[in-house]
């Protein structure tokens, strides 16, 4: 499975937290991610990461072209909400992302509850049906 990892600046710890709970489950898949989160996991894991561009010079952008390319399975988006300002500006992005993962059936976990189900249900098999979306 491919996944893709995107944090906002408050929520990378928290992302890099996650990921070093459940490094064994993650380290059987294909991780991708913005460019500083994805320097934040590799630091704090070990775990190999492609980084893309950063989410503010088109990151977000290229995952969500990955993802309209059914070639993204699971999607982790941390998202700061707490400064409306900044989440206000990214709606647009925000709401393309989503658009695309409801679009073409991409699990989407935007808090660390929904992460922490995601992954255990990847571990149990549960997401296998992804590995039948045919690959463009």
């Not at 990921?19 to 996991?41: E, N, V």
């Not at 992460?115 to 979306?133: M, T």
Request: hydrophobic share 40%; glycine share 6%.
């Amino acid at each position: 499975m491919v996944i893709a990892l995107i944090a906002s600046d408050k929520k990378k710890e928290l992302m890099a937290e996650l990921c070093m709970a459940y490094c064994g489950i993650l380290s059987r898949h294909t991780l991708c991610a913005t460019s500083i989160t994805g320097k934040y996991i590799s630091d704090a894991t070990g775990l190999p990461i492609e980084r893309l561009l950063s989410g503010s010079t088109g990151g977000t952008q290229q995952i969500s072209s990955r993802i309209a390319f059914n070639e993204i399975d699971i999607l982790f988006y941390f998202r700061d909400t707490s400064s409306n300002a900044e989440y206000a500006d990214a709606d647009e992005t925000n709401m393309n992302i989503m658009r695309l993962c409801d679009l073409h059936n991409v699990p989407v976990a935007t808090n660390i509850a929904t992460a922490e189900a995601l992954i255990l249900a990847l571990d149990r098999g549960d997401l296998d049906w992804r590995n039948n979306i045919i690959r463009r």
